[in-house]
């Protein structure tokens, strides 16, 4: 499986270290087998499953029964909750039934917006963390109310680019800016991806990792948006990690003056 990193410079959460900093997720795709090659093809290494909409009781019976998904590091939402209480039932239900205490926390606020509810969510993970989960907060691109996560204990934070399954891709790219300067966590740019150079945009502003599934599972060529996106992080990780030239007002010359023709 290709990875989106070297050895060198892994994603840690958790505790957990990864070769690849793309997570990806495993809705509206038109078969599973698009699914899977899809996912194969983003280098991926954490997959994300609702636990709403799936059978808990018989979850070897779904897709996460195919020896394929065996492969990957799991790791269960709670999409489709609207208050604390909840999203923590459906946490403590995916930690029975996958066997995992990793948790995307998701606690929206309406269906129209699909937005975070930001007091219910911080509720949420209160409680989660409090549980002994690995809480990782899907929450709007507010730098106070990821300040506040983070210091609740969450493994990671995942401000949104912009809405859940829009295509916008970065609409406040200052308020993640001023996130990645208050937060000493891993943070994840969660939802509004569209296409590659919105990944590589956020990883250039120095993210640790992207979380993304519309954008893939709804392309005309999934598996080839996958690609696409995994190479999109490569590139915005190593062009973050080399360090980009200054900006300049006024045109530089590249070439060196000294040994010119005289007279030219």
């Not at 808990?56 to 799991?74: A, Q």
């Not at 509720?123 to 106070?144: H, M, Q, R, W």
């Not at 809405?163 to 001023?178: A, D, F, K, V």
């Not at 994840?188 to 945009?201: H, L, M, P, Q, R």
């Amino acid at each position: 499986m290709s990875t989106s990193t070297t050895p060198l410079d892994p994603l840690v959460i958790g505790g957990i270290s990864f070769g690849s900093r793309l997570m990806i997720g495993t809705s509206r795709y038109p078969n599973p087998a698009l699914m899977f090659r899809s996912i194969e093809e983003s280098g991926a290494q954490i997959v994300t499953v609702s636990i709403r909409r799936i059978d808990v009781k018989s979850p070897s019976e779904t897709f996460l029964g195919h020896p394929f998904m065996g492969r990957f590091h799991l790791l269960p939402n709670t999409s489709g909750c609207y208050t604390a209480q909840e999203a923590v039932l459906t946490a403590e239900l995916s930690r029975e039934a996958l066997g995992t205490n990793w948790i995307k926390v998701e606690v929206i606020g309406d269906d129209k917006t699909l937005l975070p509810d930001s007091v219910e969510l911080l509720k949420a993970c209160e409680t989660l963390v409090s549980k002994g989960f690995v809480v990782l907060p899907y929450c709007n691109d507010d730098p106070i109310l990821c300040k506040r996560l983070a210091a609740l204990g969450c493994a990671a934070v995942m401000p949104l680019a912009s809405p859940i399954g829009t295509g916008l891709g970065i609409r406040n790219p200052h308020n993640l800016l001023l996130i990645r300067d208050a937060v000493d966590l891993p943070l994840i740019v969660d939802a509004g991806i569209g296409t590659a150079s919105d990944a590589a945009k956020a990883m250039e502003m120095g993210y640790d990792g992207i979380l993304l599934n519309t954008a893939v599972a709804q392309a005309k060529d999934p598996v080839l948006m996958a690609k696409a996106m995994r190479l999109g992080v490569e590139a915005g990780r190593s062009a973050y990690l080399a360090g980009r030239i200054p900006k300049a007002y006024h045109a530089q010359a590249s070439s060196p003056l000294d040994g010119r023709i005289e007279g030219f």
